[in-house]
């Protein structure tokens, strides 16, 4: 199979702090994995991009330094919300990818920013 | 940039009931994706088409991968309670899926 995990399934923190979300592909590497933000009632929108050992590539509108997103090997990244504040509470999915293949879908993390 | 307008927006039917969605595009895309996503889950991948004309079954689900190549069609027959969910039919922006338009959704109630 290809599972994709994800840590933790829901959060809540208090405005001002950060909180780190991880995404693990667990039983294969992923060349890449991407995170993706949805809104209640709405569809999936992509944030960034990323490659193991390399830069992440945001999504126009997506502020790299608010959401910094760290791929330090093939089967893990993490995307860190520094700073959060009420508007970035969201359902946070992330997916991961096998080289040719298309992508595999994390059950998602549940941020609340009171 | 690339939307997948999807509809209906939302369905409830009743449990037994055949079931169709679709999927446009305003350009060309060269494989379609459907998935459906429960509550407060990831979207799961349910068909790939890859080829124009293509009608591809998976269960009581059926999808076909339009002509034009700018939409697609999600069938499913005989619904049942768990099928309830959101469907998202989704496109890669460029070759091997490097990234993914999703559409609008269609949520599908089904009543027993």
């Known amino acids: 199979g290809a599972v994709v995990s994800q840590h933790p399934s829901w959060v809540i923190c208090k405005s001002g702090t950060s909180v780190k979300i991880e995404c693990r592909s667990l039983d294969f590497q992923a060349t890449t994995m991407f995170w993706y933000r949805q809104f209640p009632k709405q569809s999936l929108m992509l944030m960034a991009t990323?490659?193991?050992?390399?830069?992440?590539?945001?999504e126009q509108g997506v502020e790299k330094d608010k959401f910094l997103i760290n791929h330090a090997s093939l089967t893990l990244s993490t995307l860190t919300v520094t700073s959060a504040h009420p508007e970035d509470s969201s359902f946070y999915i992330c997916?991961?990818?096998?080289?040719?293949?298309?992508?595999?879908f994390g059950p998602g993390t549940r941020l609340l920013v009171l | 940039g690339q939307q997948l307008n999807q509809s209906p927006q939302s369905m409830f039917i009743q449990e037994g009931e055949d079931v169709s969605m679709n999927c446009t595009s305003s350009?060309?895309?060269?494989?379609w994706l459907w998935y459906k996503q429960e509550p407060g889950e990831g979207p799961v991948l349910l068909i790939a088409l890859y080829k124009a004309g293509e009608l591809t079954s998976n269960g009581r689900l059926t999808a076909q991968f339009g002509i034009t190549r700018k939409d697609s069609f999600l069938n499913i027959s005989a619904s049942i309670p768990s099928d309830v969910g959101i469907y998202f039919c989704a496109g890669p922006l460029n070759t091997g899926f490097q990234k993914l338009v999703f559409g609008t959704g269609t949520r599908l109630l089904v009543s027993p």
């Open positions: 997916s991961a990818r096998r080289a040719e293949e298309t992508q595999y």
């Open positions: 350009s060309i895309f060269n494989t």
């Open positions: 990323s490659n193991e050992g390399s830069k992440a590539t945001y």
